[in-house]
């Protein structure tokens, strides 16, 4: 793999989806000129900011100035961080100050911030007039590479996460690499967990790039910059081949049903785990589950691991404060993933470092053995 030639040059990747194609270009200075980006790109359209109370703080203001001077009509919808914020409540002050704004179905919602801020405002965007203009301008890693491109939105239900929401694209995304110095390095490091699902999928040198460059990464500059892109591409070839995940666009999800569950388990309370670590420990237990049915070599699982640990992510239970609950708790929380067909279970799993796969119909005694041992660690 070959570092870009200049650190400071924009990196575009195109989603190729037809007449809904778009653009994501990565690259630092790009919340400065969103203004001139949007009058080019959306000539005459208003402006509605989604953002929260954190994000709107540091990066609001310039945000709003670069809009100015491209005199563009904008507004501000602030909601709180966290994702307890992704909820019908929240989803409908922001509806509902939409339409007291009078933005119009060709106008622009501007998503600013991390996967709850483009989640909750991508589905607002897609429901508001039966669909408004959205932007997404992805101001944490994980959002950069991966909540942000492919069109998925929503809401949380107390019967689990994003069971609530649409498929919709955005029309452009942006993502400024310069925001990424503002974050806390737990946030940093719950979006490289997303990094490294994408070599843990099915790109084996990725994952071994990542291992000998993670610092890099973490210290910004070229390798930040390749390791998003990286991502991005390879997303975005996921998403064209398969758009509402009827197929391998599942692959995605490596990690997520058993972090979905923590997630649940422990009330979406990002105090004690936010979604980057719930997919980490997620993903090392997916292949430990999968050496324990004899699917993957036990080493694989121990390197992912102990990369996965020096990096400082979690990757067992009891790195998680507080009680998760017993198994039938985590059970039913998996029961209700999105990926459940007809009541059988569907994980991805994996025969090694690179080389996931959809496993469907998946024994329930299996999971729950599984689970038991888990739990028995902490």
């Given at each position: 793999m070959s570092a870009p030639s200049d650190p400071d040059a924009i990196t575009s990747v195109p989603v190729?989806?037809?007449?809904?194609?778009?653009?994501?270009?990565?690259?630092?200075?790009?919340?400065?000129?969103?203004?001139?980006?949007i009058a080019a790109r959306f000539p005459g359209r208003a402006v509605a900011i989604v953002t929260d109370e954190t994000v709107g703080g540091l990066h609001g203001q310039a945000l709003e100035q670069s809009l100015d001077g491209a005199g563009i009509r904008h507004i501000r919808i602030s909601v709180p961080a966290g994702e307890a914020t992704?909820?019908?409540?929240?989803?409908?002050?922001?509806?509902?100050?939409?339409?007291?704004?009078?933005?119009?179905?060709?106008?622009?919602?501007?998503?600013?911030?991390?996967?709850?801020?483009?989640?909750?405002?991508?589905?607002?965007?897609?429901?508001?007039?039966?669909?408004?203009?959205?932007?997404?301008?992805?101001?944490?890693?994980?959002?950069?590479?991966?909540?942000?491109?492919?069109?998925?939105?929503?809401?949380?239900?107390?019967?689990?996460?994003?069971l609530i929401g649409a498929f919709y694209q955005p029309g452009l995304v942006l993502a400024d690499t310069d925001v990424l110095d503002t974050l806390s390095t737990r946030e940093f490091r719950a979006g490289y967990a997303e990094v490294a699902k994408y070599g843990l999928i099915d790109d084996p040198g990725f994952f071994g790039w990542l291992e000998a460059n993670w610092r890099g990464i973490f210290q910004g500059g070229r390798d930040r910059t390749q390791a998003i892109a990286t991502s991005c591409r390879a997303k975005a070839a996921v998403v064209?081949?398969?758009e509402t995940e009827t197929g391998d666009r599942a692959l995605l999800n490596l990690g997520h049903t058993f972090g979905h569950a923590l997630e649940a388990a422990t009330g979406y309370d990002s105090a004690r785990l936010v979604h980057g670590e719930g997919v980490a420990i997620g993903m090392a237990q997916a292949y430990r589950f999968s050496a324990k049915l004899g699917l993957c070599p036990p080493d694989d699982a121990e390197r992912m691991r102990s990369h996965l640990t020096a990096v400082g992510l979690p990757t067992e239970l009891a790195h998680i404060p507080g009680d998760v609950g017993d198994v039938d708790r985590l059970m039913t929380a998996i029961q209700q993933d999105k990926k459940v067909t007809r009541g059988a279970l569907t994980f991805?799993?994996?025969?090694?470092?690179?080389?996931?796969?959809?496993?469907?119909?998946?024994?329930?005694?299996?999971?729950?053995?599984?689970?038991?041992?888990e739990l028995a660690r902490r």
């Amino acid at each position: 793999m070959s570092a870009p030639s200049d650190p400071d040059a924009i990196t575009s990747v195109p989603v190729a989806l037809g007449e809904r194609s778009y653009d994501i270009l990565i690259g630092a200075g790009l919340i400065a000129g969103a203004g001139a980006t949007i009058a080019a790109r959306f000539p005459g359209r208003a402006v509605a900011i989604v953002t929260d109370e954190t994000v709107g703080g540091l990066h609001g203001q310039a945000l709003e100035q670069s809009l100015d001077g491209a005199g563009i009509r904008h507004i501000r919808i602030s909601v709180p961080a966290g994702e307890a914020t992704k909820r019908f409540a929240m989803l409908e002050q922001v509806v509902d100050q939409l339409l007291a704004a009078r933005m119009e179905r060709g106008d622009l919602v501007v998503a600013l911030g991390g996967g709850v801020v483009g989640d909750l405002a991508g589905f607002a965007a897609a429901i508001v007039r039966r669909g408004m203009g959205f932007v997404q301008m992805p101001t944490s890693l994980l959002a950069q590479v991966d909540s942000s491109v492919g069109g998925k939105t929503g809401i949380n239900s107390r019967h689990g996460k994003n069971l609530i929401g649409a498929f919709y694209q955005p029309g452009l995304v942006l993502a400024d690499t310069d925001v990424l110095d503002t974050l806390s390095t737990r946030e940093f490091r719950a979006g490289y967990a997303e990094v490294a699902k994408y070599g843990l999928i099915d790109d084996p040198g990725f994952f071994g790039w990542l291992e000998a460059n993670w610092r890099g990464i973490f210290q910004g500059g070229r390798d930040r910059t390749q390791a998003i892109a990286t991502s991005c591409r390879a997303k975005a070839a996921v998403v064209a081949r398969d758009e509402t995940e009827t197929g391998d666009r599942a692959l995605l999800n490596l990690g997520h049903t058993f972090g979905h569950a923590l997630e649940a388990a422990t009330g979406y309370d990002s105090a004690r785990l936010v979604h980057g670590e719930g997919v980490a420990i997620g993903m090392a237990q997916a292949y430990r589950f999968s050496a324990k049915l004899g699917l993957c070599p036990p080493d694989d699982a121990e390197r992912m691991r102990s990369h996965l640990t020096a990096v400082g992510l979690p990757t067992e239970l009891a790195h998680i404060p507080g009680d998760v609950g017993d198994v039938d708790r985590l059970m039913t929380a998996i029961q209700q993933d999105k990926k459940v067909t007809r009541g059988a279970l569907t994980f991805i799993l994996t025969r090694g470092i690179g080389r996931s796969f959809i496993a469907g119909d998946v024994d329930p005694t299996a999971v729950r053995s599984f689970l038991a041992e888990e739990l028995a660690r902490r």
